[in-house]
């Protein structure tokens, strides 16, 4: 796991509505969180890999979850678990708010004779479940839901009375993405903000401008990042 080099402090400014000062000392805040960082890269080394397929910009997502004092953020993808441990670790600096996750865990394949078994960028070790990485010291406020996004997104359409912050960290297929977030979008109000990754330098998904478009807003790229967020208006 590497750290976060150069974060973007204008994409979180503008999707947060804070001013300089403010975004500013949110992200350099982040960056001081060195415990946590040599804590989820020492689970990481401890399975023998260097890195689990994660948003490249932990650091803005806990900046936003410090600027916009969210109650409830829902992300949809965990592996092992860095995104979750920045948002839970900003949510706990606030003394307030749930991260609700969303993760279909994805096992390595069996092995096959002398062949090693292969495994997807965000395979789980042997004996680990989705978010291993995440101190446990940070999991009171975490509500994981293990299981297919289709089955458990509607569920928390029905019982969150809103959604502050949405992070959208998994392989997008428009037409169910598109719905998805359709689902999602009564419980977003004014302030919310919704984020998709769209893997290292990929480009904005229909789905997310379709969103954008019906509320009146675009949605902006994370510098050097395949990273959009729309904030709504």
């Known amino acids: 796991m590497q750290a976060e080099e150069d974060p973007d402090a204008s994409w979180v400014e503008g999707l947060s509505g804070g001013g300089p000062d ?5 992200i350099q805040e982040a960056q001081d969180e060195a415990r946590l ?9 401890r399975e023998g890999r260097a890195s689990y397929i994660e948003i ?26 860095v995104s979750s441990a920045y948002l839970l670790n900003a949510l706990e600096k606030n003394g307030h708010g749930v991260l609700h996750s969303v993760d ?5 394949a069996p092995s096959s004779g002398a062949r090693k078994p292969s495994q997807a960028s965000w395979s789980l070790p042997p004996g680990r479940s989705s978010g291993w990485a995440v101190p446990f010291a940070l999991r009171k406020r975490w509500d994981l839901r293990l299981g297919d996004k289709r089955v458990v997104l509607p ?20 037409g169910a993405t598109r719905k998805e977030f359709q689902l999602l979008d009564p419980r977003m109000g004014p302030g919310a903000v919704a ?7 990929g480009g904005l998904c229909a789905a997310l401008r379709s969103w954008g478009r019906s509320r009146a807003t675009r949605p902006v790229r994370r510098q050097g990042l395949g990273l959009y967020g729309i904030r709504m208006p």
């Open 195 to 201: 984020i998709a990754d769209h893997g290292p330098g």
């Open 155 to 174: 569920l928390l359409a029905e019982e969150l009375p809103r959604i502050d912050l949405f992070v959208y960290d998994v392989p997008h297929e428009d």
């Open 104 to 108: 279909l865990p994805k096992r390595p």
């Open 56 to 81: 490249d910009a932990p650091l803005e997502l806990h900046a936003l979850v410090r600027l916009l004092r969210p109650t409830h953020v829902v992300e949809v993808g965990v592996s092992s678990g």
């Open 37 to 45: 960082f040599a804590h989820v890269a020492a689970e990481h080394r």
């Open 22 to 26: 403010a975004t500013r000392a949110a």
